[in-house]
């Protein structure tokens, strides 16, 4: 007979267990590859001022604001142009007093420039080309300022600022500072990786094609899916027939290539429970929720094994539940804080065991929002559960929520 333990209890023995994870390596990764999600380990520190040099923010004339001041509507300033300056290699010629260069967007600003005229602000309304021959003076319709539409060397970001801070969840738009600071490679946390091990000689991969008996594994995916979202690494999927013999021989080969082994099914009460036969050195127990009620914990070959239902329901809100804030602060991520909700309509749950019914937002989903209940109780029903935002937790003690009632949820 399992040993029967309440949520808590088995959520601290799970912490317990994986403890070890806490303190994760670092490591070089190339902003060339895949570092979306990763989180960084260490500052990132501009070796350079950004820009680099001083350049136009408009396609225009480069221009001394004092030549310029004068400038209105009826009043025009008239200036020769000397050149072309053009956003590519080089330094441009000084600009000289009473003087303008026509200047692309991003060109460096001539020494002695010190504003650009936009080019609707003159009687050019658009440019033909660059280095136009044709272009010998222009009429300036509006002064500018010194310092308009300049941007200044280190505008942006100073040399040696910190430009993205350690612990940042990496996105597009990080990586993009990094490059235009000329840095290629960023430090960052090596992630929790994570073997998935899907039993039942019943299985068959999704794009298979299932015989009689057998079904479509949704747990490998699923799992695989939410690991990655809580920013952990898929070390080895495997799906293995109910032969404890194979079972076995699967688990050591996830326990020498992962950090922690994640099996589902095998954990019942019944006839053919393969993960407890295979894993006798494992902890199974009876938790006091619904779904997800059989769980094992333990190690397998010197590493941390946590065993979860096959059902699907089961399989996902074990994981939301018992592992991904370890996972998610493992990766320094942030945990998944419960959120307070308000009940759509009431609810009944059968006394001693803690329901996570799903639920969905029927208005603006956060705290005081109200939730309803989607679908049934049922751990198989995982085609509703795509419905769903989150978990309604209700407590143990519970037998009936009134509508209205608040709840904790758990956001999926």
């Known amino acids: 007979m399992s040993e029967r333990v309440d949520v808590e209890q088995h959520r601290a023995d799970v912490a317990e267990l994986l403890a070890e994870l806490a303190d994760r390596p670092t490591e070089e990764v190339s902003i060339h590859r895949e570092v979306l999600g990763r989180v960084l380990a260490r500052d990132v520190v501009a070796p350079a001022p950004l820009p680099r040099f001083r350049n136009s ?24 142009v000397a050149g072309d300056v053009a956003a590519a290699p ?100 090596v992630p929790v990786s994570v073997a998935i091990v899907s039993t039942g000689s019943e299985l068959v991969a999704p794009d298979g094609e299932p015989g009689p008996g057998q079904i479509w594994d949704a747990n490998g995916p699923a799992l695989a899916a939410a690991v990655r979202a809580a920013g952990g690494r898929v070390g080895l999927r495997l799906t293995v027939p109910d032969e404890p013999v194979i079972v076995r021989m699967g688990l050591e080969r996830a326990a020498a290539l992962c950090d922690v082994v994640v099996t589902t099914g095998g954990v019942s009460q019944g006839a053919y429970e393969v993960v407890k036969e295979a894993l006798p050195e494992v902890t199974f127990r009876s938790v006091a929720m619904q779904p997800g009620g059989p769980q094992g914990l333990g190690r397998v070959a010197g590493k941390p094994v946590l065993a979860f239902p096959g059902n699907p329901v089961s399989a996902q809100v074990s994981f939301v539940v018992f592992l991904r804030d370890i996972l998610r602060q493992a990766g320094s991520l942030p945990p998944l804080a419960p959120v307070p909700a308000v009940l759509d309509a009431a609810v009944g749950s059968p006394e001693g065991k803690r329901q996570l019914l799903r639920g969905r937002w029927v208005d603006d ?34 037998t009936t929520l009134a509508d209205g009632a608040e709840v904790t949820t758990w956001a999926l």
């Open 57 to 80: 923010q408009m396609d225009g004339f480069a221009v001394r604001a004092a030549d310029v001041a004068s400038a209105g509507p009826g009043t025009p300033v008239t200036l020769p």
């Open 365 to 398: 989903a956060g705290a005081g929002a109200r939730v309803a209940v989607v679908g049934g109780p049922g751990s198989h029903l995982v085609a509703s559960m795509a419905a769903a935002d989150v978990l309604i937790d209700v407590p143990a003690a519970a």
């Open 90 to 189: 080089g330094e441009p010629v000084p600009l000289e007093p009473g003087t303008a260069v026509r200047i692309m967007t991003g060109a460096p600003v001539p020494e002695g420039a010190d504003a650009v005229v936009p080019v609707e602000d003159t009687d050019h309304v658009t440019f033909n080309g660059i280095h136009d021959d044709s272009v010998t003076k222009v009429e300036v319709l509006r002064g500018r300022d010194a310092g308009e539409f300049v941007r200044e060397s280190g505008s942006d970001v100073a040399e040696g600022a910190v430009v993205l801070r350690a612990g940042t969840v990496l996105a597009p738009h990080h990586v993009a500072a990094a490059a235009a600071c000329g840095i290629a490679r960023l430090t960052v946390r």
